[in-house]
């Protein structure tokens, strides 16, 4: 049985036999008696269930795993207890992980990216010009805003569109800011680059009815005439048109439902007239069975190149935008007869987007506004052309107002006075007696002396 001793520097002694049947001690430290006696409990029963080759009960296991580090080690070293495993070294003592290049990183987010074809594109593009800008060896915290500001003058050295160089410091952001997220750099070195596209006016172009009708005549095939009048007469962009179906076109009602890869919504959409006889041609024209409007073609195809020999073939010089100066045109005309709410929905943008983007002036509007100006049938019609008086807004504007405008004394004209004395001698030859009054009332005014009987 295990006793216990005070030492003479106060300290507790727990005398005990181990498993082997050797005499030991254990040194808990200054403990109270009574600690200490049950500490001498629990080393006994360890030292029993050691003798038994069992583990101790779940009570005991619970007591040592509670233990200071300290007394731990003590009853480890003398074989009672397994000793601990060394605890991991701290975050910030943990070795770094290295931060990636750019390459490797730009690679790397490519590959997990969920977007579409179209999106990888121009990923890859990015990531691209971005390598070969900085190198392969370059890792993403070496870079700094002034980096980022020397790539964007490097890539308009390069002779790039305005907003071509914007959608690649856009893409280097994104590259960079989701770096961020990942906490491998501590902040986005393009933060500050402007990234936002906006509309070029010097690439817009109102394409004309007599162009576009030209076109679809010397199109190839019925495929190619039903695109060109999606374009031109829907303002559909340039995969829509290829992912139509014939199930969404209410030629009844004249309504359709446009599909987008660009956006999850679908959008309803009228059949406009210009667009109706097309349809019909291409609904005759189909094959049986059809699901697609378009079947040559899918919403990935690159249609610029057959749309460039078109327009050639038709006697037209390309325009700079094909297909998208085709849906602006579209978007312009319909923004002049409907609200720009009703316009945007129908061809899938907001109406910032359509004035920034696709809204153009036209010179039928500005021939229209010299000729009629702004009459509104029910606010204008009908309104005097006459300029309004001026209306006096003071007290001395009024007050000089009602002087000015009093009529002075016009002085009456001599004719009408020698008409009336007239009139009354004709009357006093009948009635000599009652006009005596009013003959004396233009006595000294009359051309020609009064008779004896009247005066």
């Not at 327009?311 to 923004?335: H, Y």
Request: charged letters at 25%.
């Amino acid at each position: 049985m295990a006793s216990i001793k005070r030492r003479a520097n106060g300290s507790i002694e727990i005398r005990f036999m181990d498993h082997q049947g050797n005499r030991t001690s254990l040194y808990p430290g200054r403990i109270a008696i009574r600690d200490a006696e049950a500490i001498a409990a629990k080393v006994e029963h360890i030292v029993s269930r050691k003798v038994q080759g069992s583990e101790p009960d779940v009570a005991i296991s619970q007591w040592i795993a509670g233990l200071s580090d300290k007394l731990h080690r003590k009853l480890a070293k003398l074989e009672l207890v397994a000793p601990r495993q060394p605890a991991e070294p701290p975050a910030e003592l943990a070795e770094p992980t290295p931060v990636p290049t750019i390459k490797q990183w730009t690679d790397s987010y490519i590959e997990k990216h969920p977007g579409k074809t179209g999106t990888i594109r121009q990923l890859t593009t990015a990531a691209k010009f971005l390598v070969e800008h900085f190198g392969t060896d370059k890792t993403l915290d070496t870079i700094t805003p002034g980096h980022a500001e020397d790539y964007r003058k490097w890539l308009s050295n390069k002779k790039l569109a305005e907003n071509t160089v914007r959608r690649r410091i856009g893409r280097a952001k994104q590259f960079f800011q989701a770096a961020v997220k990942y906490r491998l750099i501590p902040e986005n070195p393009f933060a500050d680059e402007v990234a936002a596209v906006r509309g070029n006016p010097d690439r817009m172009f109102m394409v004309p009815v007599e162009w576009i009708d030209r076109c679809i005549r010397k199109a190839p095939c019925e495929d190619w005439r039903i695109i060109l009048a999606f374009a031109r007469y829907a303002g559909m962009r340039a995969h829509e048109c290829c992912i139509q179906r014939w199930d969404d076109i209410d030629l009844v009602n004249n309504r359709m439902i446009v599909r987008s890869n660009k956006s999850p919504a679908i959008r309803s959409c009228p059949i406009f007239p210009e667009l109706r006889p097309h349809l019909l041609r291409a609904r005759e024209m189909a094959p049986g069975g059809a699901e697609l409007v378009v079947t040559r073609y899918g919403p990935d195809s690159n249609l610029r190149t057959t749309l460039q020999k078109i327009i050639t073939r038709a006697g037209l010089v390309p325009w700079p935008k094909l297909m998208q100066n085709l849906r602006a045109t579209r978007e312009t005309e319909l923004l002049a007869c409907y609200p720009a709410k009703d316009v945007t929905s129908w061809l899938g943008n907001s109406p910032t987007v359509a004035n920034n983007h696709y809204a153009m002036t036209m010179q039928a509007s500005f021939n229209r506004a010299t000729e009629y100006g702004a009459k509104i049938d029910g606010v204008t019609a009908g309104v005097s052309s006459k300029v309004p008086q001026k209306v006096p807004h003071t007290l001395q504007e009024k007050a000089g107002q009602r002087e000015t405008g009093r009529k002075a004394f016009e002085p009456v004209n001599s004719n009408i006075l020698e008409k009336l004395a007239m009139s009354l001698l004709d009357q006093s030859k009948s009635d000599p007696y009652g006009t005596r009054t009013r003959v004396a009332a233009v006595k000294g005014r009359c051309p020609r002396p009064l008779d004896e009987g009247a005066a």
